[in-house]
T-cell receptor, first 110, second 113 residues
């Protein structure tokens, strides 16, 4: 079983749709969580951190459930420019590294 | 502020050769992380350097090695290149603790022929 598992995707949605991505992690010692966005053949870029209380950044909302070891990302009012691969990332401070999920690809169509 | 810089952008090597990839972290960041991303696959953790020391390494053979210099820049060396080493190699840095996310460089695309 992978340490970080994401929805396989791909997600193909029309502009304006709401889409949700899910992610589960197996290491209960994980302490910080992130969503990254990666465009084709580019480096990943930090989208947002994820907190237990839930956090929102414009059209993006991230949520963490530590008990279920589950992370989510909600995108409202999808734009064409949201088309990318979204990576769920979990930090293990003991190992000093981040583990990345394999990513979920989103395509927003006109 | 300059971001994480990597060089070269592209590198083509022959099987059996050695490759050297370089990375400069964001000024003030002491930790450097290396990841491998093969085509169509996820990011795999390679190495973590902090304050000049190797702190952790991923599940890669010893022919993957590196170092961190006193100015916190880093080098990744891959010896005895194999075709399956062809990938995008990403370097990242971050402020101190694990509570912060990475900033990645734009990567070195290594092709082994």
């Amino acid at each position: 079983r992978k340490e970080v598992e994401q929805d396989p995707g791909p997600f193909n949605v029309p502009e304006g749709a709401t889409v949700a991505f899910n992610c589960t992690y197996s290491n209960s010692a994980s302490q910080s969580f992130f969503w990254y966005r990666q465009d084709c053949r580019k480096e990943p870029k930090l989208l947002m951190s994820v907190y237990s209380s839930g956090n929102e950044d414009g059209r993006f909302t991230a949520q963490l459930n530590r008990a279920s070891q589950y992370i989510s990302l909600l995108i409202r009012d999808s734009k064409l420019s949201d088309s990318a691969t979204y990576l769920c990332v979990v930090n293990d401070p003991n190992a000093g590294k981040s583990t990345f999920g394999d990513g979920t690809t989103l395509t927003v169509k006109p | 502020e300059a971001g994480v810089t990597q060089s070269p952008t592209h590198l083509i090597k022959t099987r059996g050769q050695q490759a050297t990839l370089r990375c400069s972290p964001i000024s003030g960041h002491t930790s450097v992380y290396w990841y491998q991303q093969a085509l169509g696959l996820g990011l795999q953790f390679l190495l973590w350097y902090d304050e000049g020391e190797e702190r952790n390494r991923g599940n890669f053979p010893p022919r993957f090695s590196g170092r961190q210099f006193p100015n916190y820049s880093s080098e990744l060396n891959v010896n005895a290149l194999e075709l399956e080493d062809s990938a995008l190699y990403l370097c990242a840095s971050r402020v101190g603790t694990a509570n912060y996310g990475y900033t990645f460089g734009s990567g070195t695309r290594l092709t082994v022929v």
